[in-house]
């Protein structure tokens, strides 16, 4: 197979490089880079299999190597990837609990949360082409929670990279907020009035904004992405279901994933292995009371509802960027509706309707209600000991729905992020307070640099939010502000 390219899911005729997808971010039309299903690499059993004797920077190169090996070097990337995952930075263990459900801890990285895997590969590619390139970049990102403090601490303090980085005012807890705020440096954290979507819908206007890029920067492809927007980010969340099966599974037997979702980047990874060969037998997508998804599986009407709040914060997502090129892959169209500006006027339109009776196959997917996030907690903390946080525990609890009816299969839950990141809520939920982990307890007696996007969200009918073109050109007067002061690594 020659060199992998991917195209946008709105225009399947431009076709680049991974080097290209990863500078641009956002793909043409407002799409989401993609690879095609015919192209993704295939892993040998024998591949597999000697997965158990590796380590996860080992299972990562066997698994990315083959997307890469024409535009990244062999050993340049055994390095990368070894520095990305060294196990004394980034420990991961697959953990044992009752029968034949394990959890996967993908939460002992810098900022406790899973999304330090992918952040960590997306900062070390993205330096090694801007390196290579002479290039600088601007990195635009959308967070509902972690997203923001992981790619915030994969960037700080790489010389060709600023990172600015929106976040929904009230939606995000204290902790979350202060791995974003609390860097300085290159990292500009902006608080958002609105929810999660409005985050998101600014972060991708801004990347389709060439005019104002040319304008302050004089290099219309400035701005760039490292939210699940980005390949850089999907193509690593690829590894994680390798490393779980490698550490449970015996001879051919297919695990079950359950993968609490919110964006869908980790669940589109699982997606992305199973394509590749891995023997995974469903994926099980627990979502909270945002159940667009698996509303979507019941009745093959995808409808895009207003946000709802819940304590799984980082998964408050109605219309996941994910989904665009989840459709994709089963061989159909969904897009966001946009007027001239470039301002979203609807969301989530399918033209093409993908294969439901395929999809049907592959995943299961339930909503868990706030009052179960909890449930879920105290239940786990009293028949095994283990403390969950709101996240994971919408993982075990659609794990468990889904072995009502299929008893005693292998299965892993991904719990993503430290219960030290949410006291309240498992205080809440079981009476004991977590420990606080190192580096956030250190954070909370650092100062502060917070921007605000204060003018009001555009409200519609059904009480939904969208960007509105005020708060838009409010980002753009702080960060011609910012930028203009010419003393960042952007510049």
């Known amino acids: ?6 195209y946008s899911t709105n225009n399947k005729s431009e076709r680049v490089s991974f080097e290209t997808a990863l500078m641009n971010g956002l793909a043409s039309n407002y799409g989401l880079y993609m690879v095609s299903k015919e192209d993704i690499p295939r892993q040998e059993p024998a591949a597999i299999k000697a997965m158990q004797e590796q380590s996860y920077a080992q299972i990562a190169f066997q698994v990315l190597y083959p997307f890469l090996k024409e535009e990244i070097g062999r050993e340049d990337l055994i ?23 394990h959890i996967m801890w993908l939460t002992q990285g810098p900022t406790y949360s899973f999304k330090d895997y992918a952040a960590r590969f997306f900062g070390r590619t993205l330096n090694y082409f801007l390196k290579k390139s002479g290039l600088r970049r601007v990195v635009a990102v959308a967070t509902s929670g972690d997203t923001g403090g992981a790619v915030a601490d994969a960037l700080h303090g790489l010389d060709r990279v600023a990172n600015v980085v929106f976040f929904p005012k009230g939606f995000v807890t204290e902790r979350q907020r202060r791995q974003m705020t609390t860097l300085g440096g ?46 850089g980010r999907l193509l690593p969340q690829a590894v994680y279901p390798f490393f779980a099966y490698s550490r449970v599974a015996q001879y051919d037997e297919p695990m079950i994933a359950s993968v609490p979702s919110g964006n869908f980047g980790d669940m589109m990874g699982t997606v992305m292995a199973k394509e590749m ?44 960027s994910n989904f665009a090129r989840l459709i994709d892959l089963y061989g159909g169209h969904v897009y966001d509706q946009r007027d001239k500006n470039g301002s979203v006027i609807q969301e989530g339109v399918m033209d093409i309707q993908p294969d439901m009776e395929s999809m049907r196959r592959d995943f299961y997917s339930i909503s868990v209600s706030n009052p179960d996030h909890y449930e879920a907690i105290r239940e786990v903390y009293e028949r095994f000991g283990v403390i969950l946080e709101p996240h994971g525990a919408v993982g ?21 992020a430290d219960p030290g990141k949410f006291p309240d809520d498992v205080e809440k939920a079981i009476g ?12 909370a007696r650092l100062a502060e640099r917070v921007y605000s996007i204060d003018p009001a969200p555009f409200i519609r009918e059904d009480g939904s939010m969208a960007l509105s073109d005020s708060q838009y050109l409010k980002a753009k007067e702080v960060i011609r502000e910012i930028f203009s002061a010419g003393n960042t690594p952007a510049n």
């Open 432 to 443: 004991v307070t977590p420990d606080v982990p190192g580096r956030i307890a250190k954070q």
């Open 396 to 416: 075990w609890r659609a794990l468990d729905t889904f072995l009502e009816q299929h008893h005693d299969r292998l299965a892993v839950i991904y719990e993503t």
């Open 79 to 101: 390095k990368m990837l070894e520095d990305a995952y060294d196990d004394e930075v980034i420990p991961t263990t697959v953990e044992h609990v009752t029968g034949r459900t």
């Open 186 to 231: 290159n990292i500009y954290a902006f608080e958002v009035t609105g929810d999660f979507d409005v985050c998101q819908a600014l972060a991708k206007r801004l990347l389709g904004d060439k005019d104002f890029a040319r304008e302050l920067f004089n290099d219309p492809d400035r701005f760039t992405s490292a939210n699940s927007i980005s390949v």
């Open 277 to 320: 060969g891995l023997p995974i037998g469903k994926i099980v997508c627990g979502v909270n009371e945002n159940d667009e998804f698996p509303e979507f599986l019941r009745t093959e009407d995808y409808r895009v509802k207003p946000s709802k709040k819940s304590p799984s914060s980082a998964m408050i997502v109605s219309n996941p």
């Open 1 to 6: 197979m020659g060199q992998i390219t991917y």
